[in-house]
């Protein structure tokens, strides 16, 4: 009668450890996605607003200029921005975001966290970082 109990006991207690242990695995999953999605939304927020200050410059006049400082990290994560073709492209470890440009005639460069002003000039568009 003891060795049942306990044969039962130890049953029900590997149950247990099974459950919480798939439970656990689905949170660590849910939390990756979680933490996946902020960065990419982050990451397309910021190619966003540089694509949106560079294209908002194309029927103004020559001289004309907007300064943006696009955020440092991206949900905390290193990243880095690049200017290709007719698109702005944000990049980190694990994935990119992009957003388009309008024109492909630009010069200059634009970096995370730095204050950066885009000006109109006749020969397109130029991002210049301190």
Same mark, same amino acid.
């Given at each position: 009668m003891k060795c049942q109990v306990a044969v039962e006991l130890l049953v029900i207690m590997a %149950?247990?450890? $099974?459950?919480?242990l798939s439970l656990f695995v689905?949170?660590?999953? @849910?939390?990756?996605? $979680?933490? #996946?999605?902020e960065t990419r939304? +982050?990451? #397309?927020r910021n190619a966003a607003v540089i694509a949106l200050a560079a294209n908002s410059l194309l029927p103004a006049p020559s001289g004309a200029w907007v300064t943006v400082r696009p955020d440092s990290s991206v949900a905390g994560r290193n990243y880095s921005i690049a200017l290709r073709g007719r698109r702005v492209e944000v990049s980190?470890?694990?994935?990119? +975001?992009? @957003?388009?440009? %309008?024109t492909s005639n630009f010069t200059g460069s634009i970096a995370p966290g730095a204050l950066t002003r885009i000006r109109k000039t006749d020969g397109g568009i130029v991002f210049e970082t301190p």
């Open positions: %149950l247990m450890a $099974i459950v919480f689905q949170y660590q999953a @849910r939390e990756t996605a $979680i933490r #996946d999605s939304l +982050a990451a #397309d980190w470890e694990g994935g990119s +975001a992009s @957003r388009p440009l %309008l």
